[in-house]
């Protein structure tokens, strides 16, 4: 199923709870696409005017409305809620796509951003054991183990977090998927492969969190 940010099956931020803002005012959404309000809060198809805050959210946090990945530009497609056991929020995450892309896109090499702000303490080995535990549900034997040295040196870079703190993946092709914690570049994984298989772990057809991975992608 396509979705884009101006489809009909796009993400519609009343359900999740995200506001647009571009610098004093707030625009709640009434069921409008996250792509046409965007649009409106950064002055529609005009330029970006420096100086003016423009952001998207979700929960009462904040995304930036738009991140550079290499020489690409990546717009905000979609937001999402992770929930623990229904009640306790887990982390609310952005991803980024370039224009044009759809739903259907985005495990294909292409340049993406998922951007995660977590609401709870975790350990960094934590990520790491989880990210596992998943991949051996889903992958056959062969291709994890095509991918183990490399998932092994992902995981090694993973730090503790506190409330508050984020991590984004961001792919670039021909470069690889490089790990950022709070702004800071940790490593960088090369493979279109390994791409595909981690950003499975939210956006593929066996997610981590079924309800997480149709918010971000619109489909709900």
């Known amino acids: 199923m396509s979705a884009s940010p101006n489809s009909a099956a796009s993400l519609r931020l009343r359900r999740t709870g995200v506001r647009l803002r571009a610098k004093n005012v707030s625009l709640r959404a009434r069921g409008v696409p996250i792509g046409l309000l965007l649009l409106l809060a950064i002055g529609s198809l005009g330029p970006l005017h420096p100086g003016i805050a423009r952001a998207a959210e979700i929960e009462d946090i904040s995304f930036p409305a738009q991140v550079q990945a290499g020489p690409h530009r990546l717009a905000v497609f979609g937001l999402g809620l992770l929930r623990y056991r229904v009640l306790f929020r887990g982390y609310v995450g952005a991803l980024y796509l370039p224009p044009g892309a759809s739903a259907d896109d985005v495990l294909e090499d292409i340049p993406k951003a998922l951007e995660l702000h977590y609401f709870w303490d975790i350990e960094g080995r ?25 998932l092994d040196r992902l995981h090694s870079l993973y730090r503790d977090v506190e409330a508050g703190d984020r ?7 021909g470069r690889g998927t490089t790990l950022t914690y709070n702004g800071e570049a940790l490593g960088t994984i090369p493979g279109a492969d390994f791409a595909r298989a981690y950003f499975g772990i939210w956006l593929g057809p066996e997610p981590l969190n079924e309800s997480f991975r149709d918010q971000i ?3 709900r």
């Open 126 to 150: 934590f990520f790491g054991e989880k990210a596992d535990e998943l991949l051996e549900e889903t992958l056959a034997p062969q291709r994890l183990e095509s991918l183990r040295e490399r």
């Open 167 to 173: 991590y984004r993946l961001t792919y670039l092709p």
């Open 217 to 219: 992608l619109g489909r």
